[in-house]
């Protein structure tokens, strides 16, 4: 670490681990759910249960790309943050919140949007603390160094936090209410998000490898220019059959088939940068996370994303456990694994410790990879059966439902195995055993 105030990531780091923790084991009870039906069903209903689940996930990795934001910022403009307390603020109204939110749920109160369920006034709370990150960021990279990592991750950002305004906006026609509503979910994960994760595993590699930041910097532009390039117009592989023009169909098609260039690229990118590095860096368990995310990234957002996104076949899978597979493995790879990448990076210089508790982490990669590449391949299965039995055969979605009790058992026991990770990971990162690190600075040669 080489800025003091950098240390306001260590408390963002540590609020998005709880949450995460709380994420993974929200998507076990409703996993169980699909096993035993009735589960809590009058006390906790699992409408409740997935909301909890989907938003925890959200925020957790917001609060990642905002403590990474806050560690990796200072580094790249050479200067401190323009104001600490500012960024402990919006932490406090992040956190209040995701509590009012939740608390809402419990008794009943919600939007009803999937993903944007929070109260108005949650909100109003997050635009508020959206609004402090961009001042905070901006007036930081404005005052020093710019470079392509900071160009790159305040563009996505910028974009992110903008494009929440489209949440307030819930027009009684259903058509339009599902437009407004993909201008934020699709150009989140499919556009903006994508840049910050671009910016962050540029930053990481800039790290591990040591591979100059001109050859760096290069990558980073080409998969920007792809990312928005097929993301934006991407949008419409979701206005397929929400009642817009048969157009969508076809723009949705075409531009959606690019979208897996961005991600193929980041993963050549991290490979490449890797083979070429000449630091030995120590922190082998960031490196593994690094390149994990940008290959399982490619395999769920790209590959798994293609599979149904044709709107030929999508007439077919819309909204069947394949779905639900792609969107597993795409959130896992792409921002997941990239937060956890970044935390395992990150935290060792925080705490001013040499990387520790590496063979913990790394069992806690292949444990949560393993447990979400078996839940994919469950669900791709389960939802081929869906898919021909529901929208082929014409039987009933009771009926099927009752036909994919294996696949759901199975795909149970995969989110076991992802929850067994996530609690070992976060073991790996807070509890240090003192026989093994001494304190003191970290020093990497080149660093």
Sequence with gaps: MKYQSQKVAYAY????MGLFAIQVMGGLLAGWIYVAPNTLAELVPFNIIRMIHTNALIVWLLLGFFGAAYYLVPEESERELFSVKLAYIQLAILVVGTLGAVGSYLVGIHGGREFLEQPLWVKFGILVAAVIFLVNISLTV?????TAITNILLMGLWLLCLLWVFAFINPDNLS????????VVHLWVEATWELVMAAILGFLMLKLTGVDREVIEKWLYVIVATALFSGILGTGHHFYWIGTPGYWQWIGSIFSTFEVIPFF?????????VWKGRKNHPNKAALLWSLGASTVAFFGAGVWGFLHTLHGVNFYTHGTQITAAHGHLAFYGAYVALNLAMFTYAMPQLKGRAPYNQVLNMASFWLMTGGMAFMTFTLTFAGTIQTHMQRIVGDYFMDVQDQLDLFYLMRFGSGVAVVLGALLFIYAMLVVRREVVEPGPLTVPGE
């Design 142 to 146: 404005l005052a020093g160094r710019k």
């Design 265 to 273: 690229a980041m993963m050549s990118f991290a490979f490449l940068m």
């Design 176 to 183: 339009l209410d599902k437009m407004y509503w993909w201008m």
């Design 13 to 16: 780091f540590l609020v998005a």
